[in-house]
Structure formats: C-alpha cells, structure tokens
C-alpha cells in the first residue's frame, strides 16, 4: 500500500522564500514518493478567468508536475470536477444548463489531455452527494447521468488512463454511505466505472468527536464498499484534530484541550496529542491489513493552513518531526528519522 501526502503549489510557485520552498521539498520527498496536490488542480483554481483554454491558469499545477517528474516521483490530480457548485469559479454559475455542460465537458477533456501520461492517475470526481439530483451542477442532467458522461470523456480522451471517484468521510457513516453506493452501482450499470474509489478520512467529527470510529465499523465501511462496487480503494485526505471549528468559528463544544489526558476505548492517554499519534498509525494499520486498500494519504504533511483543522500535520512548522510522531514516522521512513520512545500508554 502506497502511503503519501499532498503537495501545496505556493512551495513551487515562488510565493514561499526560496530557502523554505527547498527545506520543505526536502523533508517531504524525504517522507514519501507518492503524493496528491491541496487542491491545487480544481476548476475554481485553473479557469478563473473564462471558458476559453487560452485564459486558463496552468503554472500551479505545471510546477507540482515538472517537480514530480524532475524526481521520478508518483502524483495524482486533484481535482477534476466538484459535485458542488463551491469548486467552480462565478463565469460557470452564470453559463445556461447547456452551455454548462459543454464547459464541463471542454474542462475534463482539457485537464485529462493536458496531464495524460503525466499524473499516476485523476481524481476526477469529487464530493458527489448533496445538491440537486436531478438538475446536477444546474446541468439539466441527472446526477447519474452527468457523472457517467464525465468518465465517458475522460476514457475516450485517455483510454489508458486511471480515474478516481472520491467520496467524503460521512462515507464511514452507514446512510451516507449506503446513498454513495447507490449512485455508484447506477453508474457502473450504464456501462461505465471508477476505476479506483477514493474516500476522504477527515475523521473526528460525529458521532465520535476527536477520536476515530470503532475499529469494526471501519473494516466494515471499508469491506463494503469494495464489495459492492468491486473496484479498489484508497484513502485520500486523512486527518483528525482537537478542534473542528473550521472557517472562522469558534465553538466551544467544537473544541477540546489537547494537552489533557484522554480515555479512548479504555486506554488512558497522557494527552489527545498522544492519542492523535496512536490514531495516525492504527488507521494507516487497519488499511495495510485489506488488500484492496491501494493507497493511503495524509492530508496535512506540516503547517495549519487557515482552512484547515488545527495540528493535523506530522510534521511542525519548521519541517521538523512532531515529538509525537516520531516512532510512527521512524516506521514509515525506516530509520531516516531519529526515534523517541513514546509516552507509555496507560490501562484505566
């Protein structure tokens, strides 16, 4: 099983200085040889500007490839399409049903031949639950048949290319997961299929606040998932905080001190930090133990981006090691980084 992480463009951009660009591209080549890009592919972020391929915005992502491909490093594109209207720039909200869909259908085409041969394959759906189904993306079309038409042009653009469906983590949730299954098998039935399905694994929200689910239930939604679709998995955006105020909230009950002792399955930790360092290796675990669990990305490799959960990454802001990951990135690395003992964990 693959593990990686994603790649941020500003480090390849020149908008960080250069001596911090270069610490960060060592330390994160370092960790792994398998990465995705922070959203740096999607549609709001390339054709800011109009429907026309001429006043698209390629160098974030042309940097992050010539980068993996100066390094002979794995890299996926991340992302194709939305299945909500959040990832796509104001032009495309204004167009008509039918002038959207052609604009959908010119961004797949553009993106899938531009990167073709280039990326190890395409997230090329993203998010598809919520919104309307049956005038999906205001296309005029169902959500299961606009979602086969984008796998039909990207196949026919690049037959040999690999395309990912990508899921958000409600996925470990048995409705929500049931309703993204539901959608997937409609598609395959038309004839047309993913051919990797990707889930996102930003965990710690409900029903278990800052912990991980049970371990059962995440062999369970990981088992059936593939069982039912019978394609292979990966998990794409893997993280878990001590505070889930995100875009500038600030609730309490959102948040708890993660310098506190905490119980989780009755195993006392010394701190939540100590526990997230648990998590972060036994999550990655249970996935090396399916065979079908291709690959495995953390979603934060170091700093806490404004739109990001706090202290999500494995490594600080320095690039340097967070105490408590050490033992598990010694593992990863075999040794390239100095291992700590870990605080001794505690039976209530």
């Not at 190890?120 to 993203?126: G, I």
């Not at 036994?282 to 706090?310: Q, S, T």
Request: hydrophobic share 35%; net charge negative.
């Amino acid at each position: 099983m693959q593990i990686g992480t994603m790649l941020h463009h500003k480090y390849f951009n020149g908008v960080v200085p250069t001596n911090r660009s270069s610490v960060y591209k060592d330390r994160v080549t370092g960790f792994t040889q398998s990465f995705g890009m922070r959203g740096t592919g999607i549609f709001a972020m390339v054709a800011t500007k109009g429907p026309s391929p001429d006043s698209y915005e390629w160098r974030n992502v042309d940097k992050i490839v010539e980068f993996c491909e100066r390094n002979n490093l794995r890299l996926h594109y991340n992302t194709v399409l939305f299945g909500h209207l959040d990832g796509y720039p104001e032009w495309f909200k204004e167009l008509t049903p039918e002038a959207k869909l052609r604009a959908l259908e010119r961004h797949v085409r553009l993106v899938v031949g531009r990167y073709k041969y280039k990326v190890e394959f395409f997230k090329l759906m993203n998010e598809s639950l919520g919104g309307d189904s049956i005038d999906f993306l205001g296309t005029g079309k169902s959500r299961v048949e606009l979602i086969s038409n984008v796998f039909q042009w990207a196949k026919e653009t690049y037959p040999e290319g690999k395309y990912m469906w990508n899921e958000h983590s409600p996925s470990f949730r048995e409705d929500t997961r049931n309703e993204f299954l539901q959608i997937v098998r409609e598609v395959q039935a038309r004839g047309v299929s993913p051919d990797i399905i990707g889930l996102q694994a930003h965990m710690g929200y409900r029903p278990r606040p800052f912990k991980l689910p049970p371990d059962q239930d995440i062999k369970d939604a990981l088992t059936g998932i593939h069982e039912k679709t019978e394609v292979p998995l990966q998990i794409t955006e893997f993280d878990l905080s001590w505070n889930n105020n995100r875009q500038g909230e600030d609730k309490a009950e959102m948040k708890i001190d993660p310098n506190k002792p905490i119980v989780v399955d009755e195993v006392k930790y010394k701190t939540w930090f100590e526990y997230q360092a648990y998590a972060y290796q036994h999550f990655a675990e249970i996935c090396m133990g399916l065979d079908f669990v291709k690959g495995f990305y953390y979603w934060a490799f170091n700093e806490n981006e404004p739109w990001e959960r706090p202290d999500c990454g494995l490594f600080d802001d320095d690039f340097k090691p967070r105490p408590e990951m050490q033992e598990w990135l010694f593992e990863l690395q075999e040794g390239k980084v100095p291992r700590e003992d870990m605080l001794e964990v505690q039976r209530v």
